[in-house]
């Protein structure tokens, strides 16, 4: 039997663990990993963080060094767009019109920033970060110092403007919501944030909206809807993502806020698997899900992988059998001297119980329904993922008054569920050491924050 030809279109985060994990599952055939952009494939947490400001290099955003595509036999097409995918005949077809055969396909596009509309959204300084080149541009800005707009105070916006802060610049951030994350986190989790940012400095405008921004060539001003106008010297907008979904165009491929995928992340069209930010998979026990988070990324892609791999790998019947993806959703945020870890799902909640020291920054915040725990938050307190993640799973109720009492073990609030957690002693938080992507893999596995 000829070898088969297993194509990646998306030189991404996921693209990339894919590739590594076919070779490491032990495919041998043909795999090919195609991205729009010149870079090699990059992970994208600290473009708004560390390598913004200039605390890490690019060592630590690429997944791999340079050599270890050639060394695992992976074909990276870097600079190369996919025009058109047709499943009907196992093509892929690049620009230029090549046609790329396959047998299996994975799509891991990922999403774009969401672009605004608004009367002088053209003007010259106005930035958007998704990109390596973005975050490079934003960089060169931001070391010239001057006075930033922040549009958005979700995740991105509110990383962008601690690290502007750190960087020494003037930081406004608008938001219609009436404090940070509020959709992610809620009012009470929210503003604590918000405080962190003013305790920085940082000018939280928030319940309002912009209007327009203003300026002759570039950006001088921005007016917001309530009638105030910022004065500033570049604009930063965060106001979400959108998935890349349009190669599915004129196929039999579902889509539905990303590629929608089963349990095994594979499409409506047998041979075609989803990962990462585009993917809208059915997850075991939380339906229909859409994640942008790194920690997805990093997962994902290997999970298509191995069910990617059915009769592939002659000799290993464990491959013909696919595996559902299950993992509980988990992202990070490292803003100022504050960490946190999130574990779960929560878009819909009873009450938010917090345990430790709010005031100090040092405490876990859980997100309850019917007195089980949805997702759980640690800010600055390490080492409890695996314990939080195991809460969740067990879909337990606990008791709300030994959940918040910090001398109550969490293992003691579902024993039977956490007897394989791991503790480990803790080092202080200190960002600089969550920009390599091994590291990044290792704490993200033993549950861990160093």
């Known amino acids: 039997m000829s070898k088969q030809t297993f194509v990646i279109v998306g030189a991404s985060l996921a693209g990339a663990k894919a590739a590594e994990a076919l070779r490491e599952y032990g495919f041998d055939g043909r795999v090919v990993l195609v991205g729009s952009e010149p870079e090699r494939p990059y992970q994208r947490p600290p473009l708004s963080k560390d390598y913004l400001r200039g605390d890490a290099g690019l060592d630590k955003v690429y997944v791999h060094d340079e050599a270890f595509y050639d060394e695992h036999a992976i074909e990276l097409r870097a600079s190369t767009t996919v025009e058109r995918i047709e499943p009907a ?227 290993d019947p464990v491959l013909d059998h696919p595996a559902a993806y299950d993992l509980v959703p988990y992202f990070y945020s490292d803003q100022y001297d504050v960490g946190m870890e999130y574990s779960g799902h929560a878009v819909d909640w009873d009450e938010v119980v917090f345990r430790g020291d709010v005031a100090g920054r040092e405490f876990i915040a859980f997100w309850l329904k019917d007195e089980r725990i949805l997702a759980g938050m640690n800010v600055n307190v390490w080492d409890v993922t695996d314990q939080i993640q195991a809460l969740i799973r067990s879909r337990l109720r606990v008791d709300r008054d030994r959940l918040a009492d910090a001398g109550t073990p969490l293992t003691e609030l579902a024993p039977d569920r956490q007897s394989r957690s791991t503790s480990k002693a803790r080092t202080p938080f200190d960002a600089s050491k969550r920009s390599s992507i091994k590291e990044l893999e290792a704490d993200l596995r033993r549950g861990s924050h160093v």
């Open 89 to 315: 005949s196992g093509e892929v077809v690049l620009d230029g019109g090549e046609r790329l055969p396959y047998d299996r396909l994975l799509l891991t596009t990922g999403a774009q920033a969401r672009r605004l509309t608004l009367p002088g959204s053209q003007l010259e300084g106005i930035h958007y970060l998704r990109t390596l080149a973005e975050s490079d541009r934003l960089r060169e800005r931001l070391g010239r110092g001057g006075g930033l707009v922040v549009v958005g105070a979700g995740w991105i916006g509110s990383e962008v403007a601690a690290s502007a802060r750190q960087m020494g610049l003037d930081v406004t951030v608008i938001d219609p919501a009436p404090v940070p994350l509020e959709h992610v986190l809620g009012p009470e989790a929210g503003a604590i944030y918000r405080d962190v940012h003013t305790d920085h400095g940082v000018q939280m405008l928030l319940g309002t909206g912009v209007e327009s921004f203003e300026g002759s060539t570039a950006v001088e001003r921005v007016r917001t809807t309530d009638g105030r106008t910022i004065d500033c010297d570049l604009v930063v907008v965060g106001v979400g993502a959108t998935p890349r979904t349009e190669l599915a165009a004129g196929t039999d491929i579902v889509v539905d806020n990303g590629i929608v995928c089963d349990e095994f992340l594979q499409t409506a069209v047998e041979g075609v698997f989803a990962a990462g930010d585009v993917a809208n998979a059915r997850h075991p026990r939380l339906g229909q899900l859409r994640v942008e988070h790194w920690a997805n990324a990093l997962n994902q892609g290997p999970a298509a992988a191995r069910n990617m791999l059915g009769g592939a790998v002659p000799g």
